[in-house]
C-alpha cells in the first residue's frame, strides 16, 4: 500500500519568505502527484497536478516538481502572503485511487 | 458548471439514526469518488464509481455504508445506524476517466456529519 509522508507538519514563516515543502512517497510506480489546499473546515483546492511523465509543474508563484525514482516532490512557494495560510495537502495516484499525506499547516505571519 | 457540490454542508445526528449525503460532480466527469476525512489527517478512500458502476470500496466502507450513482450523474452516500466514530468531513471528487492528460480531481467542500 502506498504511504505519503509530508514534512514538516508545521511550519510558519514570516510575509514575504520563500518556502518549500515536502512530500514522499513509497512507491514510485504512480500515475501523477496532485498538490491541494485545504482552509480549516473546507474541501480542497487542487493547485496543481504533475503527471508521471513531467519533472515539474508552475502557477503563479507556485513550483512543484517530482522525482519519480526517489519517490519525492516538492511544492516551492515564492513571497509567501498571509492568504496563503492552509494546509497543504500532497496526493499520489496509484491505481484507482489518490493516497494523500497529512498535510502541512502553513502559517504566513504578516 | 460551477464544480463539485455537496449537500448538505453539515449535518448533525443521534447516534442510531441514518444519514445520507449527495454529490453532484462535473457534468463531464465519469468518475465520481468518496473520501472520508478526520481531523488532522489526510482524505481516506472509500469508494469510486465509473458512470454508475461502482468499482471499488475501501476496506473502511462497512455495512452501515452503501453508495450509489443512479443514471451515473449524482451519487449519494448512506450511513446506517450512525456511530460517534462516524463523525467526520465526507468529501466527493469527480474526474475524467484514466488516459486523459489532465487526470486531476475536482474535490466538492464536503459535508462535515457530527453525531451526538
Known amino acids: 500500500k502506498q504511504e505519503v509522508t509530508q514534512i514538516p507538519a508545521a511550519l510558519s514563516v514570516p510575509e514575504g519568505e520563500n518556502l518549500v515543502l515536502n512530500c514522499s512517497f513509497t512507491?514510485?510506480?504512480?500515475?501523477?502527484l496532485q498538490w491541494f489546499r485545504q482552509d480549516p473546515g473546507k474541501g480542497l483546492t487542487s493547485l496543481l497536478l504533475?503527471?508521471?511523465?513531467?519533472r515539474e509543474q508552475t502557477s503563479g508563484r507556485l513550483n512543484a516538481s517530482l522525482d519519480k525514482s526517489s519517490g519525492r516532490s516538492t511544492l516551492y512557494i515564492a513571497a509567501s502572503q498571509p492568504g496563503d495560510s492552509a494546509t497543504y495537502l500532497c496526493?499520489?495516484?496509484?491505481?484507482?485511487?489518490?493516497?494523500f499525506g497529512t498535510g502541512t499547516s502553513l502559517t504566513v505571519i504578516p | 458548471d460551477t464544480g463539485v457540490s455537496q449537500d448538505p454542508r453539515h449535518k448533525i445526528t443521534k447516534r442510531g439514526q441514518n444519514v445520507t449525503f449527495r454529490c453532484d460532480p462535473i457534468s463531464e466527469h465519469n468518475r465520481l469518488y468518496w473520501y472520508r476525512q478526520t481531523l488532522g489527517q489526510g482524505p481516506e478512500f472509500l469508494t469510486y464509481f465509473q458512470n454508475e458502476a461502482q468499482l471499488e470500496k475501501s476496506r473502511l466502507l462497512s455495512d452501515r455504508f452503501s453508495a450509489e450513482r443512479p443514471k451515473g450523474s449524482f451519487s449519494t452516500l448512506e450511513i446506517q445506524r450512525t456511530e460517534q466514530g462516524d463523525s467526520a468531513m465526507y468529501l466527493c471528487?469527480?474526474?475524467?476517466?484514466?488516459?486523459?492528460?489532465?487526470?486531476?480531481?475536482?474535490f466538492g467542500s464536503g459535508t462535515r456529519l457530527t453525531v451526538v
Open positions: 496526493a499520489v495516484r496509484d491505481g484507482n485511487q489518490f493516497y
Open positions: 471528487a469527480s474526474s475524467l476517466e484514466p488516459g486523459r492528460i489532465n487526470y486531476g480531481y475536482t
Open positions: 504533475i503527471q508521471s511523465s513531467q
Open positions: 512507491d514510485s510506480a504512480i500515475y501523477n
